[in-house]
Nanobody
Framework: QVQLVESGGGLVQAGGSLRLSCAAS????????MGWFRQAPGKEREFVAA????????DYAASVKGRFTISRDNAKNTGYLHVNNLRPEDTAVYYC????????????????WGRGTQVTVSS
């Protein structure tokens, strides 16, 4: 089974950028599709972006399309979420998740999860 560890969160001003990373271990990373989800205080976890095992299929939530970019480097066993033009409403804990091969957008479709990294955007 794959284990996931997120990093790269922090405190940024509105309009700023971050690169979130998701380091995978314990299994062949290229066997898994990867997703990013986020959860703000008092809100349900929501889909942000997903990428299939080889990067040929990508999907984004409407709220982040054009501002966030998901990518992966299977040679480094790492996935990424570049978050640009951040807004205060992007403040949340960001989670990396994995599932076998194919892309999905629902959290219950992902079997493996990291512990999350906090992103806080000040206005």
């Amino acid at each position: 089974q794959v284990q996931l560890v997120e990093s790269g969160g922090g405190l940024v001003q509105a309009g700023g950028s971050l690169r979130l990373s998701c380091a995978a271990s314990g299994d062949t990373f290229s066997n898994y599709a990867m997703g990013w989800f986020r959860q703000a205080p008092g809100k349900e976890r929501e889909f942000v972006a997903a990428i299939n095992w080889n990067g040929n299929n990508i999907d984004y939530a409407a709220s982040v399309k054009g501002r966030f970019t998901i990518s992966r480097d299977n040679a480094k066993n790492t996935g990424y979420l570049h978050v640009n033009n951040l807004r205060p409403e992007d403040t949340a804990v960001y989670y990396c998740a994995a599932r076998w091969f194919t892309i999905a957008t629902m959290s219950h479709d992902f079997a493996f999860w990291g512990r999350g990294t906090q992103v806080t955007v000040s206005s």
